[in-house]
């Protein structure tokens, strides 16, 4: 697998791991005249849906094992919810950030629209837009279709994400509208973020409506997708190719309906043609045998195994994975910084399991599965989990050097099991309690004081545990559970002083020891 490939997609997207200021099936489940009963799937062991209990777990303790950083997965055969599972401290139920699976979102409501007669796919992006346009409009520009930018073959030679976002004289649309368009749109595939958004801004031209509006009655309302909310740009539009977080079992939900050929409970929303076109090879990709080298369609990648698996997914690791052909789906948030060794651990592990008929029940290997599952638990660091300095900076007060967070003033209280730590700022106090060597999640009050854009900057629940690395220096890791990376605060006490250093997940994996947020100094 090479791997490198996904990396240069992230890297030459810009914004594709980037993100704004966020606004904060098969159950016979029916309707009574009394009351709406919600949605959930109907559950049912792997072997009554023809899969073995034994992959599903093979897959589980190799993601376990790996040096990647699983969330949370789940698996539908049949309509069935066969097995999931949540790394602690993500839970069950809570949304996370999407990244480039939002895209497949944003897909749908084209999709919509479309059927709506407000569009179609052959409409030339000039006609939609004619107050946005630049004074000169090439051949190529005029030429560029909405297809065009379904299938990422609008003609740029490079994304437009980065020049978008920068330039803050102007519009996203019109950056977009006035970004060179080196090739003849239709004849050169590039992996270009700011193409989704101008679907997006589409939809908003048509309708005025957001992403969020328009999809709302006819897509989130319908698979009851209620946690959810969706980043902005500076013009108030949902940010299409990115942004969007839904829970998992959302994921998943998603993902049946495609399977279903965009019927859900009894009613076709998407037609089947458009389902089956969009999820199509409608270009070449990366000119390679990996899993981005399959072909692309309307914001969803084809995959390796089989040539009817396609997929929408975003960066470190969102997979909405539809197989036809096996009736299944496989739904996994996480942090990985390896895509390809992701996928290739559910490809090796699970497809070798899978049968066309029911299997025998294998009730020691179920019960083995669903034990191991819900055992599941992000390692926390653990070094020492006291020091004989606590008591000494537990009665202190640091008072900390001006800063870009407005932080003010940091203490501690710190026992053997667990400890807080109490930040006052100019928009008040706030605490972050954490576990010595174990995971202790916040209640909603407790708010990021350190966010860093485009990283840990969406509002979420935060997850901490703290570790002393020596007896002058305590840590305290810190992760989103509603987004997808996470954080360290390095604090080292030297006298009546405090410093702390910062350093991400994204940054701890390329190497560095601390990232672009630099020293706070303090005093007692």
């Known amino acids: 697998m090479n791997t490198s ?9 810009g914004i594709g791991t980037l993100g704004l200021a966020a606004i904060p099936l098969f159950t016979h489940c029916q309707n009574t005249p009394e009351e709406d009963i919600a949605f959930s799937f109907d559950t049912g062991s792997p072997e009554s849906t023809g899969v073995s209990s034994q992959a599903v777990l093979d897959f589980v303790k190799a993601a376990d094992a790996s040096d990647l950083e ?49 569009i179609t796919v052959e409409d030339q992006l000039i006609s939609i837009f004619p107050d946005d346009l630049p004074p000169e409009v090439s051949e190529n520009l005029e030429s560029m279709k909405i297809k065009h930018l379904l299938t990422m073959n609008t003609g740029h030679d490079t994304d437009t994400t980065g020049p978008m976002t920068s330039n803050q004289e102007q519009s996203w649309v019109k950056s977009f509208l006035a970004h060179p368009v080196i090739h003849e749109p239709g004849s050169h595939f590039l992996y270009n973020t700011g193409a989704t958004y101008m679907l997006g801004a589409i939809i908003h031209q048509k309708t005025g409506q957001t992403l969020e509006e328009y ?16 980043e902005k740009s500076p013009q108030g539009l949902n940010v299409a190719g990115w942004g969007l977080r839904v829970s998992t079992e959302d994921i998943a939900k998603f993902g049946q309906w495609y399977l279903q050929e965009g019927a859900w409970q009894n009613e076709q929303l998407l ?33 390796k195994p089989e040539p009817g698996f396609f997929r929408g997914d975003g960066a470190y690791g969102q997979y909405c994975i539809i197989i036809p052909d096996y009736e299944m789906v496989i739904a996994v948030n996480s942090e990985s910084f390896d895509m390809g060794k992701s996928m290739q651990i559910i490809w090796d592990n699970l497809l070798p399991g899978i049968q066309n008929e029911a299997l025998t029940e294998d009730q020691s290997k179920l019960e083995e599965l669903r034990s191991f599952s819900a055992g599941l638990t992000l390692k926390s ?56 060597g174990s995971w202790f999640v916040n209640d909603a009050y407790t708010t990021n004081n350190f966010p860093l854009a485009n990283r840990i900057h969406v509002p979420s ?25 996470g954080d360290t605060l390095t604090c080292q006490f030297e006298g009546d002083a405090v410093n702390i250093t910062f350093n991400n997940s994204v940054a701890a994996n390329n190497g560095e020891s601390e990232d672009s947020r630099g020293t706070i100094k303090g005093t007692a």
């Open 5 to 13: 490939s996904r990396r240069f997609f992230l890297k030459q997207a």
């Open 70 to 118: 699983w969330h949370s997965y789940a698996i539908l055969r049949k309509g069935k919810l066969i097995s999931d599972g949540y790394w602690s401290p993500f839970e069950k139920g809570l949304k996370h950030t999407l990244y480039s699976l939002s895209k497949s979102f944003t897909s749908s409501a084209i999709g919509f629209a479309v059927a709506e007669g407000l």
């Open 215 to 230: 999809l709302k009655p006819r897509l989130f309302d319908k698979l009851e997708i209620e946690n959810y909310d969706w």
């Open 271 to 303: 037609s089947k043609e458009w389902v089956n076109e969009a999820t199509s090879k409608q270009t070449d990709s990366q000119d390679n045998n990996s899993d981005w080298g399959q072909g692309y369609g309307y914001q969803f990648w084809r995959c």
């Open 381 to 436: 660091k653990t070094v020492s989990s006291s020091s004989e300095l606590s008591n000494e900076i537990n009665k202190r007060v640091y008072q900390l050097a001006e800063n870009d967070f407005g932080v003010k003033t940091i203490s501690f209280d710190i026992a053997n099991d667990q400890g807080e730590v109490q930040i006052t700022s100019d928009e008040g106090d706030n605490i972050l309690r954490f576990g010595m």
């Open 461 to 485: 629940l935060i997850a901490s545990s703290a570790t002393w690395l020596n007896d002058n220096t305590l840590q305290i890791s810190r992760k989103f559970i509603e987004a997808v990376h």
